[in-house]
């Protein structure tokens, strides 16, 4: 009983510099905007703040935010499976040497990255250059929808295809090779044994590619030219142009309500996923 005492006091002593961290990078920061988004320029309690996030402006930039995240994990699951089975397929995710090929641009400054895009995808960048040399006509991708695509799928690919890979390598061959024996082909072992068994993992991968999506403004400013406004994009701006901070911390609040019910939504068919695939 008392080395259970003293294991569990250790614990918590151990757990106390988590505990601090928690609480002045996460817990007091909430508050704050919390405080700040219930607080008009007046300094009364309004909702103002908050239901800003229907005006026409604030609304559409929702709505394109909305639709980049949508897209971008889309894009990102129809390029994740492929590439996941062709690994699993050629055993390559064991010998660790394609994980560290995908992994890898990910150690590079994220906003290096996005400016190598920005160098490709502009008017008179390699892109264009490639396609001039080749006889074909030039694209206008800079400073489109097109290209922050690109951008966010270019970024959060890894974040979608990792969780994919590791619940996919966790099928048992046999499962696979059993649907074989009884006649199935590969497109019915995908449908019916890879894809039911992986959807943990696409789940997990799904909220950590849309959320961030989603809430992204860095890469709609350089690839987007500061031309189409993501709810990111006029959330950094109320803090750093119209210095009207209530209006801002309303706005971010309304975002993370949007994306806390996203993720309980999500995290809830995650794990009737996993009681059916243990089923």
């Known amino acids: 009983m008392i080395n259970r005492l003293k294991s569990v006091n250790k614990r918590i002593w151990l757990s106390g510099p988590y505990a601090v961290w928690v609480l002045g990078f996460t817990v007091i920061p909430l508050c704050m905007i919390i405080k700040a988004a219930l607080t008009g320029r007046e300094g009364g309690f309004t909702f103002g703040n908050i239901v800003a996030i229907f005006d026409p402006i604030h609304l559409k930039a929702m709505l ?6 949508a897209g971008c994990t889309l894009l990102c699951i129809l390029l994740s499976y492929p590439l996941v089975l062709a690994m699993r397929q050629l055993n390559m995710g064991k010998k660790g040497f394609m994980m560290f090929v995908l992994i890898l641009p990910m150690w590079m400054n994220f906003i290096l990255r996005i400016l190598a895009w920005q160098m490709i995808l502009s008017n ?9 040399s080749a006889g074909l006509h030039e694209l206008s991708v800079a ?13 959060y690919l890894p974040y979608m295809m990792l969780p994919i890979f590791n619940a996919v390598a966790e099928i048992n061959e046999d499962l696979i090779e059993a649907a074989r024996d009884l006649g199935a082909n590969g497109f019915t072992v995908f449908c ?5 068994l992986s959807i943990p993992g696409l789940l997990s991968g799904i909220v950590m590619v849309f959320v961030p999506s989603m809430t992204s403004f860095v890469i709609s400013d350089i690839l987007g030219g500061g031309k189409l406004q ?4 006029v959330i950094e701006q109320e803090f750093t142009k ?3 901070q209530n ?6 609040v309304s975002l993370m309500i949007f994306v806390l019910i996203s993720m309980a939504f999500t995290m809830k068919n995650d794990r009737e996923g996993k009681r059916s695939a243990i089923w």
């Open 242 to 244: 119209s210095m009207n």
């Open 143 to 155: 400073n489109t929808g097109t290209a922050i695509m690109i951008g966010v799928v270019y970024d």
């Open 230 to 233: 993501l709810i990111g994009n």
């Open 192 to 196: 019916k044994v890879i894809f039911p």
């Open 64 to 69: 394109f935010s909305l639709e980049i995240a």
């Open 247 to 252: 209006l801002g911390s309303g706005l971010s």
């Open 124 to 132: 008179n960048g390699i892109l264009n250059f490639l396609l001039r």
